[in-house]
């Protein structure tokens, strides 16, 4: 087992945002999250980046409590996060943005600038390494975002809507990044395109009210009548 979740909550006054879940991730599976807003979708994936503090529960990663180290320890460990809302600098250039992240955990300049290239390569922006991250064009900025995250070599990504905003031939670009990646790595996709999902995911949680409502494949999942009702429609 890669990550265990036992009896994870995080509670906002009277409100549980999550509440008691269990979950769970094997090494080298590609798992998406879905359920509607509000359903505990990010504050879950938050709790185990280390963006957020549960309330209660834990967490064991590589079969190591790691429920109160902190998310850039976290990310020393091997766990990176590509946030919902795009998250690079925008007046560095996207080789000194990969940079930065690669910087982290690898010492020596040359170290650095392979990593930089091999990130930049596996996300087909080699050419833009010059150009700044600003002007870059909003789909280009989501994955140096996720080029930033595979410069950190991590174990498990874990991407909170990474296709909001993106052109459809983008989509298709994203979804063949996200097979390769997986080929290296255990791939946390929190998303709500459900044809990306169905098309991308081995194993699907579905989430609602702060609860895990239904786990299962994508074919699974598409015939629970819980997440018809709560998520389908």
Not at 15 to 36: K, N, Y
């Amino acid at each position: 087992m890669l990550l265990e979740a036992t009896s994870l909550s995080r509670r906002y006054g009277g409100i549980a945002a999550v509440d008691a879940v269990d979950f769970s991730l094997h090494e080298g599976e590609v798992r998406a999250i879905i359920g509607p807003n509000g359903a505990g979708k990010t504050t879950l994936a938050g709790m185990i980046c280390g963006r957020i503090e549960p309330t209660a529960g834990s967490i064991r990663f590589e079969n190591e409590d790691i429920t109160r180290a902190s998310a850039p320890a976290r990310v020393l460990r091997g766990i990176a996060y590509t946030f919902q809302v795009t998250s690079i600098y925008r007046n560095l250039s996207c080789f000194d943005n990969v940079a930065l992240a690669a910087g982290r955990w690898i010492t020596g300049e040359r170290a650095v600038a392979e990593a930089v290239t091999e990130a930049l390569a596996r996300v087909g922006l080699s050419g833009d390494a010059a150009r700044l991250a600003g002007v870059l064009p909003y789909g280009h900025q989501r994955l140096l975002e996720v080029a930033m995250a595979l410069a950190l070599k991590p174990k498990l990504l874990i991407m909170d809507e990474p296709t909001q905003g993106l052109a459809p031939a983008e989509i298709v670009a994203f979804c063949d990044l996200v097979r390769d990646v997986a080929t290296s790595a255990t791939v946390l996709i929190i998303e709500h395109n459900l044809k990306v999902v169905l098309e991308l995911a081995s194993r699907i949680t579905v989430m609602d009210g702060g609860r895990i409502i239904a786990e299962g494949t994508p074919d699974e999942i598409e015939q629970h009548p819980a997440v018809k009702l709560a998520y389908l429609g």
